[in-house]
């Protein structure tokens, strides 16, 4: 792996790109090992690192809702473990395209996210925009944080404990979901 790596990382923000844009389809290789690095050789370049990747992984979800959406049962049998099956099949049965936007910020891969959102047939435009919100939420993050603090923000993400990491979006998203919700049900009753 760290060949693979060291191969992309000659290609500069081309090898990041194209790291971040596989990753959402096949690859295991998480962009983050190529971004963080980049990010503290450059800190002032750090927001537009992470909107790059952002930007890569967005699109190459495209390709693995494609997969998804073109062999079914079949992609998700042969790309998800069936432990992460179970798990996205029944966070999207309960929050729709939320599933989505959670599972882009959580430490499920991306990949199977996209494989599952083609092969339940998401809604496009639901996949587009919680992939947008989700993924840009977990690289721009990052990317500002590299910007402003430098070498001090990795000491301040390994502070924080991942399982607080996933609870706070998880909150994050309980919040956004109930704004939907009273925003439709008024939409709703005005209509009647």
């Given at each position: 792996?760290?060949?693979i790596?060291?191969?992309?990382?000659?290609?500069g923000?081309?090898?990041?790109?194209?790291?971040a844009?596989?990753?959402?389809?096949?690859?295991?290789?998480?962009?983050?090992?190529?971004?963080?690095?980049?990010?503290?050789?450059?800190?002032?370049?750090?927001?537009?690192?992470?909107?790059?990747?952002?930007?890569?992984?967005?699109?190459?979800?495209?390709?693995?809702?494609?997969?998804?959406?073109?062999?079914?049962?079949?992609?998700?049998?042969?790309?998800?473990?069936?432990?992460?099956?179970?798990?996205i099949?029944?966070?999207?049965?309960?929050?729709?395209?939320?599933?989505?936007?959670?599972a882009?910020?959580?430490?499920?891969?991306?990949?199977?996210?996209?494989?599952?959102?083609?092969?339940?047939?998401?809604?496009?435009?639901?996949?587009?925009?919680?992939?947008?919100?989700?993924?840009?939420?977990?690289?721009?993050?990052?990317?500002?944080?590299?910007?402003?603090?430098?070498?001090?923000?990795?000491?301040?993400?390994?502070?924080?404990?991942?399982?607080?990491?996933?609870?706070?979006?998880?909150?994050?998203?309980?919040a956004?979901?109930?704004?939907?919700?009273?925003?439709?049900?008024?939409r709703?009753?005005?209509?009647?």
């Amino acid at each position: 792996m760290e060949q693979i790596i060291g191969f992309f990382e000659n290609y500069g923000i081309w090898g990041l790109f194209f790291i971040a844009f596989i990753e959402s389809f096949i690859s295991p290789i998480l962009p983050d090992v190529m971004l963080i690095p980049m990010m503290l050789a450059a800190p002032d370049k750090a927001v537009y690192y992470s909107a790059v990747v952002t930007a890569a992984s967005v699109v190459g979800g495209f390709i693995g809702y494609g997969i998804g959406a073109r062999f079914g049962q079949l992609a998700l049998n042969r790309f998800v473990p069936v432990q992460y099956t179970e798990k996205i099949k029944y966070w999207f049965d309960r929050y729709g395209g939320w599933a989505i936007f959670l599972a882009a910020m959580a430490p499920i891969p991306y990949k199977f996210v996209c494989i599952s959102a083609g092969t339940f047939r998401t809604n496009m435009l639901v996949f587009t925009v919680a992939s947008i919100l989700g993924r840009g939420k977990r690289f721009l993050l990052l990317g500002i944080l590299f910007h402003y603090y430098g070498p001090e923000a990795l000491r301040m993400l390994n502070l924080i404990p991942e399982q607080w990491i996933v609870l706070g979006l998880l909150a994050a998203a309980v919040a956004l979901a109930a704004l939907y919700y009273v925003k439709y049900s008024r939409r709703r009753k005005c209509r009647q």
